[in-house]
């Protein structure tokens, strides 16, 4: 039997020279890998987070290729500060390439135009690879696009580590309907995640990834659940 969340490989479109690039995406998951580093389009519509699992703290939700692999929770013994941390756990020894993240939607509107870092601290055990994520979903030609994808490729940790700091920076563009963000776990293990903060920062500030739109051919379709700001980042608080 097939996964739900099943990937394909996406048809990349040549532009005219000064188009911005983009991917057509015709089906509705794809795990691909752009200009070097892996873009996680988890599905474009609400995108692709299907399925979403409410697992975990407050405002959080588990998604990705093999969601049902892993597990969400809100861990009370294993924090940096305050009195908890938020979990990703491989259910039993993964596949290398198997991954899921944790997931909170947030509104873009007050974020457009705007620089914006995620940042945070992620703890590991024995894990595969394990990191911060951020993606910025919109509408491009009144299509569903992925804005914006930040995964940290090659800078994610392995292994096992302490608690190790970690930032996304990225420019939220003026078609952004959601900002979607949480930490990615692949392969076997366990990490943890604390201290997470979303804050505007000045424009002298270094970008780590740069706008690449990839857009569907469906038309945008706004996910329930998404928070008017961000909510929860220290998850002391429960389900």
């Not at 990349?12 to 983009?22: D, E, F, N, Q, S």
């Not at 500060?81 to 991954?99: K, P, T």
């Not at 873009?108 to 951020?134: F, M, N, P």
């Amino acid at each position: 039997m097939k996964h739900p969340l099943e990937t394909t490989q996406p048809e990349l479109t040549r532009l005219p020279k000064g188009v911005t690039h983009r991917v057509r995406i015709r089906n509705r998951m794809r795990l691909s890998s752009v200009r070097g580093y892996l873009v996680l389009v988890l599905v474009l519509g609400p995108i692709g987070l299907t399925p979403l699992m409410a697992q975990g703290p407050q405002a959080w939700l588990i998604a990705g290729q093999d969601a049902r692999e892993y597990e969400l929770s809100r861990d009370i013994e294993v924090f940096r500060s305050g009195e908890a941390s938020m979990r990703l756990r491989a259910r039993g020894n993964r596949h290398r390439d198997d991954w899921a993240v944790s997931v909170q939607m947030i509104d873009a509107t007050s974020y457009r135009d705007k620089r914006i870092r995620l940042s945070g601290y992620v703890r590991s055990e024995d894990v595969g690879s394990g990191g911060l994520w951020l993606r910025v979903d919109g509408i491009v030609d009144e299509n569903a696009a992925m804005l914006v994808m930040d995964n940290l490729e090659g800078d994610r940790i392995k292994g096992t580590k302490e608690w190790t700091r970690q930032n996304i920076v990225v420019d939220i563009p003026p078609e952004s309907v959601t900002i979607l963000i949480g930490a990615m776990i692949t392969g076997d293990g366990d990490i943890w995640l604390d201290d997470l903060r979303f804050e505007e920062v000045s424009t002298t500030v270094e970008l780590t990834a740069s706008s690449e739109p990839i857009v569907t051919n469906d038309p945008y379709s706004r996910p329930p659940g998404v928070f008017p700001v961000p909510t929860n980042l220290s998850f002391e608080h429960p389900a």
